[in-house]
């Protein structure tokens, strides 16, 4: 199984996720980018890879201690932004304006109970939400406009729970089955 950790977000602010997106295509020229379906777009806090049963109840149950007393929380959209940058690009993502301490918070109490549990996993937190990943170079005008269309409108959600989810890639793109759901109080 190929696992990760994540939270989605509330309707408002997954249709300005789609919005930025969707102006962000059309700026990107054809083919540049492989895209995120917006029913996909969700926060990573830990990406486990591919996990044995045993393994994915580990995690389940770190998930659940390790989060036994989170609370709920709310978060604003912000920018847009690339990894490794904007000059190099391969992964574009929006952040968050508020709640991103929050977010590195809950992020690292769910990274000590899946070390505790003897979990691998990527530790490389930082909140965002990826939108898509390059595939060519995009206009040189692509950041500047889009940064623009990104910060020109803010989105909130609440954030109230935390999934195991297991990633199922097929020919036409993954498909995400929660395991287990941890909700924050």
Do not use: N, Q
Request: proline share 4%.
């Amino acid at each position: 199984m190929r696992l990760f950790a994540a939270s989605s977000f509330g309707p408002a602010f997954a249709a300005r996720l789609k919005e930025i997106s969707a102006y962000a295509r059309d700026k990107a020229g054809r083919d540049a980018v492989k895209w995120v379906e917006p029913g996909h777009f969700h926060l990573t806090y830990a990406f486990l890879g591919e996990t044995d049963k045993a393994g994915a109840e580990a995690a389940g149950a770190a998930l659940e201690s390790a989060l036994a007393d989170a609370k709920a929380f709310r978060v604003v959209s912000g920018g847009l932004g690339a990894f490794p940058s904007s000059r190099r690009p391969s992964v574009l993502w929006i952040g968050f304006s508020e709640g991103g301490d929050l977010l590195r918070d809950l992020a690292a109490r769910l990274a000590a109970g899946l070390k505790a549990a003897g979990l691998g996993f990527e530790d490389r937190f930082e909140p965002h939400v990826t939108i898509g990943r390059v595939k060519r170079e995009l206009p040189e005008d692509f950041f500047r406009r889009t940064a623009d269309f990104a910060a020109s409108g803010h989105a909130v959600s609440e954030i109230v729970s935390v999934e195991l989810m297991e990633s199922v890639l097929t020919r036409e793109g993954p498909v995400y089955k929660p395991l287990r759901s941890k909700r924050l109080l």
